[in-house]
């Protein structure tokens, strides 16, 4: 998993690295947007001797006259458009960038979005559900080391429903099915069956830790796939616009951006979640295993003390 992240993040640097090449190219080629040059009416120059300015409505034909076809032509003004104002972003923040962002960057923050409110979702109930786990098999095992039989033991734990008390009724359940056995295979068979049902307890304990995984290991390539689809957004910006001016790309770059923080956002706190409460499962399934041997031991014990009797007997 970790070779995986690695790989994510080195191809996310060389993407980005592969853009910002192209832009400074693009920026060496010719970064400076000439404007339009204005076209400055002039009037007719006064003679040298002129009294009085000429009036407005004289100078309106004289500028006709200005641009006849022998008088001289303004240069044309460069075909390559400039930026204009109404198509730079007015506020580039959080909620703009989403609401200008294309369907498909959209589709990604909001599925990674979804994702980060299942991994919290998911920790939450899963501590919760631990912690009330745990305290009942503490107390079951309070109830197993202050117990001197099994049969004491047994009418503490048999009406209830915790973990511990599952594991003494099925000991209570094996100790009657081999009432009339012959042989000393009673504490295998109590320890194959409690060991049964701790991993019955693990396995429901763990129920829903798995989509962390999928989130942790998915999320940055989803976001990776994101921040692909913004860069490529922006080149086709760049051809669309015929300028390499940074303002018709930066839209772009900011989503692919945001689209690559939402990934990392995702699968951090998942990879961290998994691994807490994967801790705190191993940490339940000791538990069990100390009450299933504190069980082991009280049905030991009691064989020992069957077998005292029988052997002063035989003494």
């Known amino acids: 998993m970790r070779q995986r992240r690695f790989r994510a993040l080195a191809v996310l640097a060389a993407a980005l690295l592969l853009f910002a090449a192209c832009v400074n190219a693009a920026f060496a080629q010719g970064s400076t947007i000439p404007g ?29 006259a200005a641009t006849a076809p022998g008088a001289s032509e303004a240069p044309p003004p460069s075909r390559e458009p400039s930026v204009g104002g109404e198509l730079l972003p007015q506020k580039l923040s959080l909620e703009r960038m ?11 923050m909001i599925g990674l979005a979804l994702a980060s409110f299942v991994t919290w979702t998911v920790f ?8 009330k786990a745990r305290s009942e ?19 503490q734990l048999r009406k209830g429903s915790s973990p511990v008390a599952q594991l ?8 009657r ?10 504490k295998e068979r109590i320890a194959l069956q409690l060991e049964r049902l701790e991993m019955a307890a693990s396995r429901k304990i763990s129920r829903g830790t798995g989509v962390l995984a999928t989130i942790g290991s998915t999320a940055v390539f989803v976001g990776l796939f994101g921040t692909v689809w913004g860069i490529m957004n922006s080149f086709i910006g760049i051809s669309n616009a015929h300028t390499t001016n940074l303002a018709v790309v930066a839209p772009g770059i900011a989503q692919a951006l945001l689209a690559t923080a939402m990934g990392l956002v995702a699968a951090i ?23 299933s041997a504190q069980i082991i031991r009280l049905v030991s014990r ?14």
């Open 124 to 131: 939450l109930a899963k501590m919760l559900e631990l912690r």
């Open 269 to 291: 706190p998942a990879v961290v979640v998994y691994n807490v409460l994967t801790r705190q499962t191993a940490h339940y399934r000791a538990l069990l295993g100390d009450a």
């Open 36 to 64: 339009t040059p204005a076209v400055l009416a002039a009037g007719p120059s006064s003679a040298p001797g002129a009294a009085a300015p000429v009036p407005a409505a004289a100078a309106a034909p004289n500028a006709a």
């Open 302 to 315: 009691d064989l020992d003390r069957a077998k005292l009797p029988l052997a002063q007997a035989a003494e």
């Open 98 to 108: 989403y609401l200008d962002a294309d369907r498909v960057v959209k589709a990604v």
């Open 168 to 175: 003494m009724q099925a000991a209570g359940h094996e100790i």
């Open 177 to 186: 099915l081999s009432a009339n056995a012959h042989g000393d295979g009673l």
């Open 137 to 155: 098999v503490r107390r079951g095992l309070r109830m197993l080391l202050n117990a001197a039989t099994l049969a004491q033991a047994h009418d």
